[in-house]
């Protein structure tokens, strides 16, 4: 078994090979054994669907091993409302593969999320492929805010150097907010300015970061991701509210996480801002010399500096100043 097989020439991406044209088509592009048995008049069962699993692994982008047996689940879909059904395939030795473009395709060519057409024989949903036709995800590109790795939504948490693992972007689809999950494996590579050697560990939450690859399942399985530092975001204004209190003088609590409100006035139109401070934000205040989140009160003023990946400033450093006047 292996994972996370991500290359794919473009001109393959988006292809579908229906049953038919697997029964027909591409058993005789196959040649010899599988070609004499290819199905004309419904005597070998087929099925088409999704792979969901490879050998009893359902990571987005696990593929088989070339050259050797296996078993791969391929889920279709079915019915009023629509109901998932499984079908375990099992590969042998005298398998054939087919894939558009690809001279001498193997079960290493079948990767959890990509479409397959199998023709072979069939006992209560367990068939034996006689062949297997593949067809890669479409290509997809997606931009946005990372806003978690590994399930971690901290700010600032980070993916690890050389392991697989998945990170969350927020970004918009079809002007609807989306979250899409972008799985990284050993074959993906990183990219980022001004850093020789990119990995998954320059992936955190609060950056930004493209993502390319096919698209497995509702998962974009990334051949390649770029990751962006955000430009900073500043916001000043009065204090209006405080981890929800809007009592006059009422403070934020030294040393902790919490959020607080600051109204601006833009062109004669006031905008209320949320900002949002973690442990490791910084704070600046003149008339304190150990500066922390109790200098934010309610009725007094701040500057905010950090990045805005869902509405709310994420601050990295805050500077509190008196009430003007």
């Known amino acids: 078994m292996a994972v996370g097989k991500l ?10 090979v229906g049953v038919a044209a697997l029964s027909v088509t591409a058993l005789a592009f196959l040649g010899g054994t599988a070609a004499a048995a290819s199905h004309t008049g419904g005597d070998k069962p087929s099925v088409t669907g999704t792979v969901s699993s490879v050998d009893g692994v359902a990571t987005p982008g696990t593929c088989g091993t070339p050259d050797d047996d296996g078993v791969f689940v391929v889920t279709t879909t079915g019915g009023t409302p629509p109901v998932p059904v499984d079908t375990m395939v099992t590969v042998t030795p005298s398998t054939a593969f087919a894939e558009h473009k690809v001279a001498a395709p193997t079960f290493a060519d079948v990767c959890v999320g990509y479409r397959t057409s199998v023709v072979g024989t069939d006992v209560d949903h367990a068939m034996t492929a006689l062949a297997v036709a593949v067809t890669i995800p479409k290509a997809t ?11 971690d939504t901290t700010q600032g948490a980070c993916g690890t150097a050389g392991a697989d ?12 907010p989306t979250d899409l999950d972008v799985y990284v494996g050993a074959d993906t590579s990183f990219a980022q300015a001004h850093v020789v050697g990119a990995t998954f ?7 930004q970061a493209d993502a390319d690859g096919p698209s497995a399942d509702g998962v974009v399985v990334a051949e390649s991701v770029v990751v ?20 006059a003088g009422f403070c934020g609590v030294a040393g902790s996480a919490g959020d607080f409100t600051v109204l601006t006035t833009t062109h004669g139109v006031d905008i ?12 600046a205040d003149a008339k304190d010399p150990a500066p922390s989140f109790v200098d934010v009160c309610v009725g007094g003023r701040a500057l905010a500096i950090g990045t805005s990946p869902s509405g709310t400033l994420e601050a990295y450093s805050v500077a509190a100043y008196p009430a003007k006047g």
Not at 8 to 13: K, N, P, Q, V
Not at 232 to 242: H, L
């Open 141 to 151: 590109h997606v931009f946005g805010f990372v806003s978690s790795v590994d399930g």
């Open 272 to 283: 209320e801002h949320t900002v949002s401070v973690s442990t490791s934000t910084t704070y």
């Open 201 to 207: 560990a320059d992936v955190c939450v609060g950056l």
């Open 228 to 247: 962006r530092i955000p430009k900073p975001i500043k916001v000043k204004g009065d204090v209006t509210s405080v981890d929800g209190d809007s009592a």
């Open 7 to 16: 290359s794919a020439g473009t001109s393959t991406l988006g292809r579908l």
């Open 165 to 176: 693992g998945t990170f969350t972007v927020d970004t918009v689809v079809d002007s609807t």
